[in-house]
């Protein structure tokens, strides 16, 4: 089971056998909910940094849950997701400034128009 994590990075599950369809199913659908969790209801595929710091936070739980379900070691499972979280680290940092830029951006568009719009009303 492949899951986008973050990013843009792709999580593996174990890998399952023939016979383990139910413990497949129940893996992508614990990794499923985790990252489509902090989505909420908007149905809006782009989610703001805190979204998806949130959204990781969900993810690497139900990674590491499916892994120690699997039997894999934890100390080990741990250990790759904190090297993927470190190599996002960058990205995060990028993602951040460019929201708040855009924000920033949109909301001094706002002011302008709003002073505009009073400007044309006096």
Do not use: F
Request: net charge positive.
């Amino acid at each position: 089971v492949a899951t986008c994590a973050l990013y843009k990075k792709v999580l593996l599950s174990p890998a399952y056998k023939l016979g383990q369809l139910d413990e497949a199913l129940r893996a992508w659908r614990q990794l499923r909910k985790a990252q489509t969790s902090s989505l909420e209801l908007s149905q809006v595929r782009r989610r703001s940094p805190t979204q998806m710091h949130d959204s990781w936070s969900n993810i690497r739980e139900a990674h590491a849950e499916v892994w120690r379900v699997a039997g894999a070691e934890e100390l080990q499972v741990k250990r790759t997701l904190d090297r993927m979280e470190q190599l996002a680290e960058t990205s995060s940092q990028a993602s951040w400034e460019r929201w708040n830029r855009s924000r920033m951006a949109a909301e001094e568009r706002l002011t302008r128009e709003v002073m505009r719009q009073e400007k044309r009303e006096q």
